[in-house]
């Protein structure tokens, strides 16, 4: 893994802004810093995805009667229970497989999954969803979440790439689950990403930690970068940022390069688009999806989308 982030960390720190694609937060401490996030009340796509899910699980389970779950980016796998619940319900010898770059977290709840589910096969895979890899399961009996608005760390060509991949990988009648954040008022998308207790600029600033001890770096201290967040209306997306407090000079010896940032500068390190939904089928469509359903929260808040493999 330490080779992905010197190469991540080579095509995008000497760029202009700097950036880091978000799959570096998640170390051992970076995912239980988000599992925190989902619970802020500043944090409202977990509780809404949670809604839509619960009101929404049987439907989705009865459509697809699912054989084999694959999930990206589990995390925790926390709102999952509400899909296996209903997946098992009507197929107890369920197949389920997180996939996830956080290797502790994925096996602790991996674990947790297989003794609270005894009949269903738990097989967690360290990996990276942006990779291209074959799908486990009998074509046709398949079903893909993708849940926590986590497609929204894509760019439009990085989306638009793993959609491609996702349904090369998969087979007619396969099935996609979706969860997708929606545009809303700035304010309350600039308060789930900068909330009042701090929680989200601990998130970001592990970061530094992270480049720090994977790419022995010195003269690099989480304390020289203050959380950042702004909300680009252009291509509807939160962004957040690293801010350099004072100016930064580092010696990564990992990469046997120096590294400077002048301060007020900043790393890009997370995007999250907010989507229009009937965009999003769009995509969906072009990568080879038909949107089955679609639900939102009463607030509008959120969504997810069955969509089938055509
Ligand atoms: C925003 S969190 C969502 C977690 C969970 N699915 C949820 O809905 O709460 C993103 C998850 O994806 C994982 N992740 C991020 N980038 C990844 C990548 N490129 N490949 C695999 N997992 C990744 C993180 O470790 C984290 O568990």
């Given at each position: 893994m330490s080779g992905g982030l010197a190469g991540d960390a080579l095509?995008?720190?000497?760029?202009?802004?700097?950036?880091?694609?978000?799959?570096?937060?998640?170390?051992?401490?970076?995912?239980?810093?988000?599992?925190?996030?989902t619970r802020l009340p500043e944090?409202?796509?977990?509780?809404?995805?949670?809604?839509?899910?619960?009101?929404?699980?049987?439907?989705?389970?009865?459509?697809?009667v699912a054989e084999t779950v694959v999930e990206l980016g589990?995390?925790?796998s926390t709102k999952t229970r509400i899909l296996l619940d209903?997946?098992?319900?009507?197929?107890?010898?369920?197949?389920?497989?997180?996939?996830?770059?956080?290797?502790?977290?994925?096996?602790?709840?991996a674990a947790a999954i297989a003794r609270d589910y005894p009949e269903t096969t738990v097989e967690p895979v360290v990996a990276d969803f942006a990779?291209?890899?074959?799908?486990?399961?009998?074509?046709?009996?398949?079903?893909?979440?993708?849940?926590g608005g986590t497609i929204g760390n894509f760019d439009d060509a990085q989306r638009g790439a793993f959609l491609g991949r996702l349904r090369a990988a998969l087979a007619?009648?396969?099935?996609?689950?979706l969860g997708a954040d929606l545009v809303k008022a700035p304010s309350r998308l600039l308060a789930a990403y900068d909330d009042s207790v701090g929680v989200t600029a601990?998130?970001?600033?592990?970061?530094?930690?992270v480049l720090r001890a994977t790419l022995d770096a010195e003269g690099l201290y989480v304390d020289d970068f203050e959380h950042a967040v702004r909300w680009n209306a252009d291509q509807h997306r939160i962004e957040m940022w690293l801010r350099a407090r004072r100016d930064v000079t580092a010696r990564f010896r990992a990469l046997g390069?120096?590294?400077?940032?002048?301060?007020g500068d900043g790393v890009l390190t997370e995007i999250s688009v907010k989507f229009h939904l009937p965009d999003l089928h769009t995509e969906l469509a072009t990568a080879g999806f038909t949107p089955v359903d679609a639900w939102a929260d009463p607030a509008g808040d959120f969504s997810v989308t069955l969509a089938r493999a055509n």
């Open positions: 095509a995008g720190l000497w760029q202009s802004p700097p950036s880091l694609p978000a799959r570096w937060f998640y170390d051992e401490r970076g995912s239980r810093l988000f599992d925190e996030i944090y409202y796509p977990t509780r809404r995805e949670t809604e839509i899910l619960r009101a929404h699980a049987d439907e989705i389970a009865g459509r697809c589990a995390g925790m209903a997946c098992t319900a009507l197929r107890p010898t369920l197949h389920f497989v997180p996939v996830d770059v956080s290797g502790v977290v994925l096996a602790e709840a990779e291209p890899r074959p799908l486990p399961g009998r074509p046709g009996g398949r079903l893909v979440l993708f849940l007619p009648g396969d099935h996609f689950l601990e998130f970001n600033r592990n970061l530094i930690e390069r120096d590294w400077k940032l002048p301060a």
